[in-house]
């Protein structure tokens, strides 16, 4: 199975200040047709996750853009450009290439 | 915009059975792949089983092969997972959520808890 690896674990951020996650693979997470099925999804307190990003870069209709993904083979990132008071939540990664889909353990960002 | 609701949690003892349903609706439901995403108490995210459009296709986690079974019914919007043997550590939240696309997940129900006690 694939292992995704995120860090930080906890990431506490001033507000108005940029804010990066990092998710590696055990392995690439390039599919057979080209595409890399990584995904970043935030899950605020008390709610059911939501989607951000899928394929490591494309945004969600919705999701503002300071919310951007990066990254290629194993190693990706999410990056909050300047993270404001809403963004508090746990982050997870989620690849979408092999079966079983796995995910990473969350990181929990916090307003310092 | 599509919607799902997932229902059928509740509290069951170690050993025994539960059907989870998720009904959709604002979208094409026999169109998409569908998916079982469980969390349980205070911890991150499993992805649990998955099923193709027309229900010809299935994948589990390992930890529930030969435990519980992904099925649908497109003529009622709905899918189902049924659960045997249940044991403490399938307690969970669990969510339905919908495949736009190969390899994502897009629309979350908000979940169903199921807890697993005597």
């Known amino acids: 199975d694939i292992v995704l690896t995120q860090s930080p674990l906890s990431l506490p951020v001033t507000l108005g200040q940029p804010a990066s996650i990092s998710c590696r693979s055990s392995?690439?997470?390039?599919?057979?047709?080209?595409?890399?099925?990584l995904n970043w999804f935030q899950q605020r307190p008390g709610q059911s996750p939501r989607r951000l990003l899928y394929?490591?870069?494309n945004r969600d209709s919705g999701v503002p853009d300071r919310f951007s993904g990066s990254g290629s083979g194993t190693d990706f990132t999410l990056k909050i450009s300047r993270v404001e008071a809403e963004d508090v939540g746990i982050y997870y990664c989620?690849?979408?290439?092999?079966?079983?889909?796995?995910f990473g353990q969350g990181t929990k960002v916090e307003i310092k | 915009e599509g919607q799902l609701v997932e229902s059928g949690g509740g509290l069951v003892q170690p050993g025994g059975s539960l059907r989870l349903s998720c009904t959709a609706s604002?979208?094409?439901?026999?169109?998409?792949?569908m998916t079982w995403v469980r969390q349980a108490p205070g911890r991150g995210l499993e992805w649990v089983a998955s099923?193709?459009?027309?229900?010809?296709?299935?994948f589990y986690v390992d930890s529930v092969k030969g435990r519980f079974t992904i099925s649908r019914d497109n003529a009622y919007n709905s899918m189902f997972l049924h659960m045997n043997s249940l044991a403490a550590e399938d307690t969970a939240v669990y969510y339905c959520?919908?495949?736009?696309?190969?390899?994502?997940?897009?629309?979350w129900g908000q979940g169903t808890l199921v807890i697993v006690s005597s």
């Open positions: 959520a919908r495949h736009p696309a190969p390899g994502t997940i897009d629309y």
């Open positions: 604002g979208f094409t439901f026999s169109s998409y792949w």
């Open positions: 099923i193709n459009a027309d229900g010809s296709k299935k």
């Open positions: 392995q690439s997470l390039v599919d057979s047709d080209g595409n890399t099925y």
């Open positions: 394929k490591v870069s």
């Open positions: 989620m690849q979408g290439t092999q079966w079983p889909w796995t």
